[in-house]
């Protein structure tokens, strides 16, 4: 792009909590909800009065703007910020599409009642063919965990494009990726197969936190447990501090992890203050337990993100724990 710098953006395709990606990859559109606001499409409008109109349509009996700034900087993205060229990320179950951006937000009257109302012309990239999510870099992976409905990632343009790219040899990976990919399996296999106990799983999430860089973490004894099992502080320049609260589980894949564990966590996240909350598995996540923590975060303004088995692994590999997995 010539003039200006391309930017990138994970989104998810679920206005409502229904799965529109389906129909998104058939009309080459992104969709993003929030329809009934109409005039949120007026491109001279200035933030106050864009997130008033979030205010007015759908959070009318809150007293503060909370929610609908969360709410209105998730769909100003997709009709401001977003542009012709830009790359986005749509995320849908262990697997993702990108697609670049090839026009301009409009809003459809007719599609007011689906909630499908908002969209964007964009060309899917790799032929419409979705990419397994281990494929991406673990940095790219972590980005498409957050429930926001749409997030920038200009950071992550590198790793966007490097999953576009088959290798000389005709791959869609490289060497590292597939050295990396291995030992991730590796650490996988033991955190679900070792000889790991509940408590040895907790004291694992604790020590990746403070390889993360949190600098006070402990875990919650099981007689004082309000629905968070680990907590970590983390400080920003030594003067920002935020708390993240986990809810760590030592499962298998089958069962996935259900919905449930989401209001526990939240629950834990208010009796510890917490800013951020996570969930951390060994196993996996059922459809409607992401589903649920995206409506959760987009209705109450909280920021919960979820960690697999996988992921888990890939954190582990990346900050040199893998020896402490195996013990």
């Not at 994970?10 to 329809?35: C, F, K, M, Q, Y």
């Not at 600098?215 to 502080?233: E, F």
Request: charged letters at 30%.
């Amino acid at each position: 792009m010539s003039e200006r710098e391309r930017k990138a953006f994970v989104l998810r395709v679920a206005p409502s909590g229904i799965d529109r990606v389906p129909e998104a990859l058939e009309t080459n559109e992104i969709i993003i909800g929030w329809s009934d606001a109409a005039e949120l499409i007026d491109e001279n409008l200035s933030w106050e009065k864009f997130r008033d109109i979030i205010q007015r349509y759908y959070y009318s009996e809150e007293k503060t703007f909370r929610r609908s700034g969360g709410a209105a900087g998730n769909i100003w993205k997709f009709i401001r910020d977003m542009g012709e060229g830009d790359l986005v990320v749509v995320p849908h179950g262990p697997e993702f599409y990108v697609a670049m951006v090839k026009g301009s937000a409009y809003h459809d009257p007719d599609r007011v009642k689906d909630d499908t109302a908002f969209r964007r012309p964009v060309e899917w990239l790799n032929a419409k063919n979705p990419i397994p999510r281990k494929n991406a870099r673990l940095a790219l992976r972590l980005r498409m965990n957050i429930q926001n409905t749409c997030a920038a990632a200009d950071d992550l343009i590198n790793e966007i494009e490097e999953v576009l790219k088959p290798g000389e040899d005709g791959k869609t990976t490289t060497f590292e990726q597939d050295l990396q990919r291995g030992m991730v399996e590796r650490v996988l296999k033991e955190i679900r197969e070792g000889k790991i106990s509940d408590r040895g799983f907790e004291e694992l999430v604790a020590t990746v936190l403070k390889r993360l860089g949190a600098k006070d973490v402990h875990i919650i004894p099981r007689n004082l447990d309000k629905g968070a099992d680990v907590i970590g502080t983390f400080s920003i320049a030594d003067t920002f501090k935020f708390v993240l609260a986990v809810q760590a589980k030592h499962y298998q894949p089958v069962p996935p992890v259900g919905k449930w564990v989401v209001d526990q966590l939240i629950n834990g996240m208010q009796a510890e203050s917490a800013d951020l909350g996570w969930i951390v598995t060994s196993g996996s996540y059922s459809e409607e337990t992401i589903s649920y923590v995206a409506e959760v975060c987009e209705r109450d303004g909280i920021r919960i993100e979820l960690i697999d088995g996988e992921q888990l692994a890939a954190l582990i590999v990346a900050n040199g724990l893998i020896n402490s997995a195996g013990e």
